[in-house]
């Protein structure tokens, strides 16, 4: 089934630790993209990538990093994670040509950090 | 600074009719979408408007003013299977998707 993956599910995590999420699709969708999800929040864009070898940062990049080393995979790490990264992280894609672009989104990986 | 404005919940009765609106204040419009996302899951595109007006899909429509800075969502005939968050999200002038922090749809038989 075409569509995005994200792993792992759910993690908790020690401060001070580090994590990557992994996000990996299918769809060979040019643009990648990486949000956070807080209660009483909009999703809010930590980074981006509108085709491989490139990235940007989005509303809140700090204390994250990624990488685009090819078209289906889009790794967020957390270099050392702080508890106000609690979160849902949701992944997602889109065909970069002209028109809606909408977003295909993973099923979310839950970050809990201690 | 940009800004999307949601009720943050809201009761409908099934088989009813209900209206979700959004207003929003952005660099710039280039298109406005909606997404519905059940408790825990991934949110799924559901409508997208850049023109003024009406577009209907089913039991679904959404409305736009670019004039208003405002939208809604309609759903008809409401089904238990329709309560979930609904997301507004506006596409500013730099092509960015701002987010409302969504509406959650509680349906009640």
């Known amino acids: 089934i075409a569509g995005i993956t994200q792993a792992p599910t759910s993690q908790i995590l020690a401060a001070g630790r580090r994590m990557t999420l992994r996000c990996t699709q299918d769809?060979?969708?040019?643009?990648m993209y990486w949000y956070r999800q807080d209660l009483g929040l909009g999703l809010r864009l930590i980074h981006y990538s509108n085709t491989a070898g490139t990235t940007g940062k989005g509303e809140v990049p700090d204390g994250y990093s990624v990488s685009r080393a090819n078209t289906d995979d889009f790794p967020l790490t957390l270099a050392s994670a702080v508890p106000s990264q609690t979160s849902v992280y949701f992944c997602a894609s889109s065909d970069s040509g002209a028109g809606a672009n909408v977003l295909t989104f993973g099923a979310g990986s839950r970050l809990t950090v201690l | 600074g940009q800004n999307i404005d949601q009720p943050t919940e809201m009761t409908a009765t099934e088989g009813a009719i209900v209206q979700i609106n959004c207003t929003y204040q952005t660099s710039g419009f280039n298109g406005l979408f909606w997404y519905q996302q059940h408790a825990g899951e991934a949110p799924t595109f559901l409508s997208y408007?850049?023109l003024d007006g009406l577009e209907e899909k089913g039991r679904f429509s959404s409305f736009l003013s670019r004039s208003k800075g405002y939208s809604y969502l309609l759903l008809k005939e409401l089904q238990m299977k329709d309560s979930a968050s609904y997301l507004c999200?506006?596409?500013?002038?730099?092509?960015?998707?701002?987010w409302g922090a969504g509406t959650k749809l509680i349906i009640k038989p």
């Open positions: 408007n850049v």
């Open positions: 999200a506006v596409r500013d002038s730099n092509y960015q998707l701002i």
């Open positions: 769809m060979r969708h040019n643009a």
